[in-house]
C-alpha cells in the first residue's frame, strides 16, 4: 500500500486549506484513516480520523474547524481545515490502519502565517 499526500501550501491566519491522500493497492475493509501533523522537536500527533463505517473522531485542538471525509470507491482520504491559526503549522501525513499493520504517506507541509 503507498500513500500520496497532497494539498499543503502557506496559507494567511484565519484561511482554509484542503488535504488530499491517495492510496494505491489493496486495501481491506475495516480499515482506518487518519491525518497526523508533526512539528519539529516534537511527536507526531493525531489530528483527525476516519472509519470506514464514516466515524469520525478529531482532536481538541482542530474540532469545528476541520472535516475529515472519505471516498471508499476512490480509496482516498481529504481533510478540509478552516479558520487556519499559526499553531497549525507542521508536516502533515496521512496514514491507513487495517489488519494491525500501518501505511503512512510522504507528509505535506502547511504553513499558516501572515
Known amino acids: 500500500v503507498q500513500l500520496q499526500a497532497s494539498g499543503g501550501g502557506l496559507v494567511q491566519p484565519g484561511g482554509s486549506l484542503r488535504l488530499s491522500c491517495a492510496a494505491s493497492?489493496?486495501?481491506?475493509?475495516?480499515?482506518?484513516m487518519a491525518w497526523y501533523r508533526q512539528t519539529p522537536g516534537k511527536q507526531r500527533e493525531l489530528v483527525a480520523y476516519i472509519i470506514s463505517n464514516g466515524a469520525t473522531e478529531y482532536a481538541d485542538s482542530v474540532k469545528g474547524r476541520s472535516t475529515i471525509a472519505r471516498d471508499n470507491a476512490k480509496k482516498t482520504v481529504s481533510l478540509q481545515m478552516n479558520n487556519l491559526k499559526p499553531e497549525d503549522t507542521a508536516v502533515y501525513y496521512c496514514?491507513?490502519?487495517?489488519?494491525?499493520?500501518?501505511?503512512w504517506g510522504q507528509g505535506t507541509q502547511v504553513t499558516v502565517s501572515s
Open positions: 496514514k491507513v490502519s487495517f489488519r494491525g499493520d500501518d501505511y
Open positions: 493497492g489493496k486495501i481491506y475493509g475495516g480499515n482506518v
